[in-house]
């Protein structure tokens, strides 16, 4: 088919969005790589070792769910691309996008974590502060991040959004706690003249949120900011660094926000994060037109990921099983497990729409019509492995389910079951 045909283009962009779904799981994965060696050497360290061990380990299991959620990420992707039609590609990928959004801005936070870990690590050699006082801060400082970690993890696409919103100020604050902190032990270690430890503050500090991107210092009198590289200025204070966000990296967030992967309101509390702490107690519409612009700002691009009636305290849609609940084990034989069960396949439907695919309000009645879409749908994938003389294989269903969705004028947009 040629390139300027309608399927052409979908196709092209269902590779391109294939494409920015691996970057983006690259570049969170690099981060994560890094955090994971940060946190295995500080379990080693006396603090791993000691009282402040379970701080370490909140940590530590942080880093598990976000790996998980990566890797789930990975194999959908995987998914996607082994499946031949390009709107059940795309489809996919936006059934994995809340888990690459939970990641990345976890693993923001946990940068930030990190950060504080390694300040007590340092703090606590020195011997100035108050081990007690130190349990305080950290205990305050761990309820801080808690809920927003907690709403990351939970994967639900409202939950995962709404955090989103919240933590480029909550980096904020959590930037002004840094520093302020910092500057305490820097002055107990100027004033115990302990300008090796004060050194080594900062050496340690910097070696946790390596990011990928240029990152121009600040004016010294600048204060440091948590989860992005700290240096130390030509005064001997420590400062924090901006990130310049890269136009590859814009562009790559623009194809999945545009895709409906990712929710614009996540890639730009990303950008603001990165931006630095003057552009992390500021609004989305108050990032710079040209950012804004180049992520695809505009009302299409808004209403692909909106709140739905339940986020605007109205009855939530019924969810319509694309797969038939009541032949689940025919689908599981065909693969249909775990992450890719029948219960990821559904799509969110206005209580009239689903009751007339499914034959109308009574359901039994319904049952007896020829083009109820549990009837068909099966009677068209058994007849389908009848022609190929054996079982379909996964990817087989889902090209065969997708094309009759697009008859049925079934959005092919999935969210996962949630029983009620």
């Known amino acids: 088919m040629g390139p300027d045909s309608a399927k052409g283009t979908t196709r092209q962009n269902a590779l391109a969005a294939q494409l920015a779904f691996r970057g983006a799981i690259g570049d969170v994965s690099g981060s994560m790589r890094s955090v994971s060696g940060a946190l295995s050497r500080l379990k080693a360290s006396h603090l ?29 992707a995987n998914t996607a691309s082994e499946v031949e039609d390009p709107d059940m590609q795309l489809a996919l990928l936006r059934l994995a996008g809340p888990r690459l959004e ?24 020195q011997g100035f502060f108050s081990v007690e006082m130190l349990f305080v801060n950290m ?7 808690a809920p927003a970690m907690t709403a990351l993890s939970s994967l639900d696409p409202g939950q995962v959004e709404a955090a989103a919103k919240d933590i480029p100020a909550l980096m904020g604050y959590l930037s002004g706690e840094f520093n302020s902190a910092a500057e305490s032990a820097r002055v107990a270690m100027k004033r115990g003249e302990q300008a090796m430890l004060l050194a080594q503050l900062v050496e340690m500090v910097t070696m946790v949120s390596a990011m990928k991107f240029s990152l121009p210092s600040l004016p010294p009198s600048a204060p440091a900011t948590v989860g992005l590289s700290l240096m130390m200025g030509g005064d001997g204070v420590m400062m924090g660094t901006r990130m310049v966000v890269s136009a590859e990296w814009v562009e790559m967030m623009r194809r999945l926000v545009q895709a409906g992967v990712l929710s614009l309101p996540a890639v730009s509390a990303a950008v603001r994060i990165h931006a630095g702490q003057v552009m992390m107690a500021s609004s989305h519409d108050e990032l710079p037109q040209g950012v804004r612009d180049a992520l695809g700002d505009g009302p299409e691009v808004r209403g692909m990921r909106v709140t739905d009636r ?40 206005e209580q009239a729409r689903h009751e007339a695919i499914h034959g109308g309000g009574n359901w039994r ?7 109820e879409w549990n009837q068909m749908i099966m009677e068209t994938l058994r007849d389908a492995e009848t022609k190929a003389g054996r079982m379909l294989t996964r990817d087989e269903v889902l090209n065969i389910v997708a094309e009759n969705m697009r008859d049925y004028h079934i959005p092919m947009k999935f969210s996962p079951w949630m029983a009620r």
């Open 310 to 349: 339940a986020g605007a305290g109205m009855a939530e849609p019924p969810r319509h099983h694309v797969l038939p609940r009541e032949f689940r084990e025919w689908f599981e034989k065909r693969g249909f497990t775990g992450e890719m069960s029948i219960d990821q396949f559904c799509v969110k439907m």
């Open 48 to 76: 791993g070792a000691g009282p402040f061990g379970r701080y370490v380990d909140y940590g530590e299991r942080q880093r598990q769910w976000i790996d998980a959620e990566l890797a789930t990420a990975t194999r959908l």
């Open 102 to 125: 939970a990641a990345m801005m976890g693993s923001l936070l946990l940068e930030a974590w990190l950060d504080f870990l390694n300040l007590v690590n340092v703090v606590l050699k």
């Open 365 to 371: 009645l319904g049952r007896t019509w020829p083009g």
């Open 139 to 145: 205990d305050r400082w761990q309820k801080m991040i």
